[in-house]
Structure formats: C-alpha cells, structure tokens
C-alpha cells in the first residue's frame, strides 16, 4: 500500500514539474498608491498624487491548473512610488499624520513642490489567472485575467523632497512598519511569447494590502502599476 501510495505521489509530483515554467522576470512601468481620494481628504495643501516610475525583478513560477487556468508565484522585489504635489504654504496636517512627516523642517516653508516616496517590498503573490479562449496564440499572444492573496514584506522607506536640504532619497523611519503585509491583487494584461523561454508581459496590477503598512495607522493603502516586464523561464512546458 505505501508503495502504491509512493509511486502515485511521484506522478504526480513529475505531472506538477512537467506543467511549470521556473524563470527570472524583470519589468518597469509608471504606479501610484491605492486610496489616495481618502488620503487627501485627511490633508490640507497636498493638490494631487501622482505616478512615478515602478521596477521589479524577481523569481517566478508558473503552474498549469487546467487548460485555461495558471497559478503565476514568485518572490518579487517589488519598487513601488508615487509623489504628493503640494503648495508648502498650505501644507497642514492633522496630529494623526503629523509623526509621518518627522523629516520636515520645523520652519514655515512657501512654494509649490512635491514629496516622493519610494517603498521597497519583497512579495510572494499566489495568483490564479484565466487565459481568454480569444486568446490569438498563433501570433504569439494570450490575453488573462487573475486574481489572489499576496504576502509582502517592507524592506525600506525612502523620501524626497526640496524641503530638506539632502537631494537624495533618505530613509523614511519617522513610523515603523509592520513586519508582514497581508494582500490581495488584479492583474489583467497579455502575454507576448518570443519563443519558449522568452516573454513579454504587458498588464495593469492592482495590488491593495488588507493590512497597513505602518504600525498603528488605520489607512490601508496598496499600489498600482501600468507596465512591461521581460520574462526568461529556465524550465518550460510542452503545453501552452
């Protein structure tokens, strides 16, 4: 009985292995934060929030479910950022966000600039995509949509602004941040194949943290991203 059981754990083991892609991706796009309607109405001075450019490259796994469904995992180092256009003059914040903005100088400032913040994430998404029967993969794209939990991990807060009198990103620790984030995320885009170990992936991610990133604060806010990522898979599979 245990042999059976062994050997029918091994076909399996080996159909799983012969039905994922393994490989390295790396992309770029432009990104914002989640939430920001809420966020400005919690604020005086800040006119707008405005996309910056995102990165990310990482280790993926692509899982064949079935003939349309794929399980896309991976540990992502994720580059997310986005910049709040303001008018120094106006600039107010409640007691509640004062903490988050400990590297202003105490002097009254005049002007319109802007603060950037970057955030740097670690994620391992678990997404379940939907591959559209449309899908025109005799030239060489596939059009899905997905959807699933992420786990996140801050590595570092970066911000910068004409301000201060440092030019450069500085590390943003005025808060701490809680040390997991749990997530979920959209994804809907297309997938170029060049051959079959390489891709182009053009999609819209939507990624929105149930939990803070900042330890105590009641807003949850997430990211999106519009972007292209290049894909090389070490292993492929036969089917598509």
Partial sequence: MKKIALVYFLGFSLS?????????????????????KEYLERTEGINTIQSEIATNV????????SERLFLKT?????????????DAGQFLVTEELEPYYCFLPGEAQEGRTSIKYKYNFVEIPFVVNYQFAQSCEECGWKWFVGLGPTVSWVVNKKVKTDLIKDANYIDYDCVPSND??????????GEYRFSNQHFLNLSFIYDQHLQPIYYGESNKFGFYNLGLR?????????SK
Avoid at 74 to 86: D, L, P, R, T, V
Avoid at 180 to 189: F, R, V
């Fill in 58 to 65: 990482g280790l993926v796994a692509q899982l064949n479910l």
């Fill in 16 to 36: 799983v292995f012969a039905q994922t892609k393994i490989g390295i991706e790396a992309g770029v796009g432009f990104g914002n934060r989640t939430n920001g």
């Fill in 180 to 189: 997991l984030i749990l997530g979920i995320q959209g994804a809907i885009g």
């Fill in 230 to 238: 290049l894909a090389y898979y070490f292993a492929f599979s036969a």
């Fill in 74 to 86: 991976g540990f992502i180092f994720q580059n997310s950022a986005y910049a709040e256009k303001i």
